[in-house]
């Protein structure tokens, strides 16, 4: 029998960054937008929300009520965003770079739509709602390693648009044609006479032959270019055939639809295909049969001159760049979790790169600190990644692992009860299978290494210096300040705090009791956090008992006198004893933690310098390109 966890009433900003299996919420006229979308994004299972009505009202006005309360200034990513920044969880952070991450390629599809077509003619297409599927098309080339602006300025030059109703409509039936074609020729490669040659040494033969004799003469050099020519006859007359019969099949309800006029277009384009290739001289047809794979170049007078032409033609369909490099800043969140090259691209507006970073950074903080407390809750799962490392570096590395493996497991709904790391139903996913690998590595690590392992009172300080650092770096939201303020008032009774309240209050105490004023004019932020993580530190080792050894012998029996002065002499010399060993512990944290976090800090320093550079050189090319190349 499965255990049930009772939960009770929480407000919203109480259950930020709390995950449940089922979550039911109440929400009313009163509700803001981004409260709404936390209450709806808090189970895993399910998520319900009932709606409070007040006499007279509707649920359509509530509801409308809530959609509209959020501020004008921010959009609507921005503002969920906005709110994933300040408590969010992992998986909600990584689900809001993903949507922020995707309308930043939006916005950068519509700038390769202008350097395409012109602002004016950009403008026809990308302010329909068709859009989103030429960004869809764009978005998919790239993943499969195509060149997405090639594709789309051949789409928009394969022909007029004719006054089509929809030319956004058009575009993308265009596009999803020139990516099955060059996905085709992907495939085809084995079936080419020249098709497994690189494309250094397709080149140099190019060059070669060249010098050799005269250059091809076709009647049709960018034969390759035309919609389906890249598909052999036989598939051509098949797929034509199947598209008129499926479109004759539709009822009559859907003659006028979007799918009917995509498999009128495609019947007809494949037949102006088969009618252009009836045309051909013998010579352009066996470069074409040669290229399609249809038949070998020894059967026909094709000169390896021709061939080697025709290949490259193929090839350039394909049009396949180098892959985007992602961005090396440094920080412990992978590229699958929150993907960087988005991030320096020039095409995408610089409000979505600087969100994007925003998260990204945010993403990293939270990670670090999910990965902490795992590493004392220890969920069964956490077993396939080994003991926690002593080594610091290490102990990251595992924190990194936990965070971005129950971020997986929350974002695909995997119960709880689930002991394995990653469910077999999932392990052919390559995002699961890296996570997979990564935590075999750890598992290796900590088995063959002979450093003993984090001790649990290692893991629960390294717990409370996490929390510690993410309060000195965020802003709580105002139920959070009030519940710090209930805890500290209640924590100055006579009775103590139970164990929890009284771990939380420490936290809370650290990360806000004020800088000395000697120390604060050298501290920027990071040496702050580092500051007080040292300062609670030595706080929880001076509070924690220690035992002291077995004294050889008994004292000698003082004398009166000595019994009048010995207990000021001897709690003085205690005191100072116990301020001078506290004021040591504290210097040599703090030292401690100050060096880490000033390595830590030149490295994200140095980056950032990186950064800027980059921006400025960015920057200039933008006010190049919007001035046209103009200068004073």
């Not at 006499?55 to 959609?67: F, N, P």
């Amino acid at each position: 029998m499965r255990l049930q966890n009772l939960g009770y009433a929480a407000t919203v900003h109480r259950a930020q960054g709390a995950t449940v299996d089922t979550a039911h919420a109440i929400v009313d006229d009163a509700t803001d937008r981004a409260a709404a979308y936390v209450a709806a994004t808090r189970g895993r299972e399910s998520n319900q929300l009932y709606v409070a009505l007040s006499e007279g009202q509707s649920r359509d006005e509530v509801l409308e009520s809530i959609a509209g309360a959020y501020d004008r200034n921010l959009s609507a990513h921005e503002t969920v965003a906005a709110e994933a920044l300040r408590n969010g969880d992992v998986a909600t952070l990584g689900e809001v770079y993903r949507e922020t991450a995707d309308a930043a390629w939006t916005a950068k599809t519509r700038a390769m739509a202008v350097d395409v077509m012109g602002a004016d003619k950009a403008a026809d297409f990308t302010e329909t709602e068709a859009w989103g599927a030429v960004a869809t098309h764009l978005h998919t080339a790239q993943q499969a390693g195509m060149d997405p602006a090639e594709l789309l300025s051949r789409a928009v030059n394969q022909r007029g648009f004719g006054g089509a109703e929809n030319p956004a409509a058009v575009l993308a039936w265009r596009l999803e044609q020139q990516i099955e074609a060059a996905r085709a020729i992907i495939d085809n490669t084995d079936r080419r006479p020249l098709g497994n040659l690189t494309d250094e040494h397709l080149e140099r033969l190019a060059e070669r032959t060249t010098a050799a004799q005269n250059s091809p003469q076709l009647e049709d050099p960018q034969w390759a270019s035309h919609p389906y020519a890249w598909m052999p006859s036989a598939q051509l007359a098949e797929a034509k055939a199947s598209a008129e019969a499926e479109n004759l099949a539709l009822p009559p309800e859907l003659w006028e639809s979007t799918t009917s006029l995509h498999l009128d277009w495609v019947a007809r384009t494949m037949g102006a295909e088969q009618e252009r290739r009836a045309g051909l001289s013998p010579e352009q047809a066996a470069v074409e049969q040669i290229a399609r794979g249809e038949r070998p170049r020894i059967d026909t007078g094709v000169s390896i001159g021709e061939a080697i032409a025709a290949e490259q033609q193929v090839r350039a369909v394909a049009a396949k760049p180098p892959a985007p490099a992602p961005v090396a800043d440094g920080r412990r969140v992978s590229e699958d979790l929150a993907p960087t090259p988005l991030i320096t691209d020039a095409q995408v507006p610089a409000q979505y790169r600087e969100q994007l970073e925003r998260l990204r950074t945010r993403l990293e903080e939270r990670v670090m600190v999910r990965g902490a407390e795992l590493a004392e809750t220890r969920p069964e799962w956490t077993a396939a990644l080994g003991s926690v490392p002593a080594k610091p570096t290490k102990a990251a590395e595992w924190h990194q692992v936990a965070a971005e493996v129950e971020a997986y497991r929350n974002r695909y709904n995997v119960p709880a009860h689930e002991t394995a790391l990653i469910p077999q139903a999932h392990r052919d996913d390559p995002t699961a299978a890296a996570l997979v690998a990564r935590a075999t590595a750890l598992h290796k690590h900590s088995a063959l290494t002979t450093t003993a392992p984090q001790t649990p009172e290692q893991i629960r300080q390294t717990v409370d210096e996490a929390h510690v650092a993410e309060r000195v770096r965020t802003t709580p939201a105002p139920a959070q300040e009030a519940v710090e303020t209930l805890r500290a008032t209640r924590a100055e009774a006579a009775d103590p705090l139970p164990a929890p309240q009284a771990r939380e209050a420490a936290v809370t105490e650290a990360a806000t009791t004020p800088v000395a004023e000697e120390t604060r004019r050298v501290l920027t932020r990071e040496e702050l956090i580092a500051h007080v993580v040292a300062q609670h530190r030595a706080q929880t080792q001076q509070a924690t008992p220690t035992t002291d050894a077995a004294a050889p012998h008994e004292p000698a029996t003082p004398t009166p006198a000595t019994q009048q002065k010995e207990p000021t002499v001897s709690e003085n010399a205690q005191n100072d004893s116990t301020r001078k060993q506290f004021k040591t512990d504290l210097e040599r944290s703090q030292a401690e933690v100050i060096k880490r976090f000033k390595t830590a800090n030149r490295t994200e320093q140095k980056s950032h310098r990186q950064e800027d550079r980059a921006a400025a050189t960015r920057r200039a090319a933008d006010i190049i390109r919007r001035e046209g190349g103009r200068s004073l």
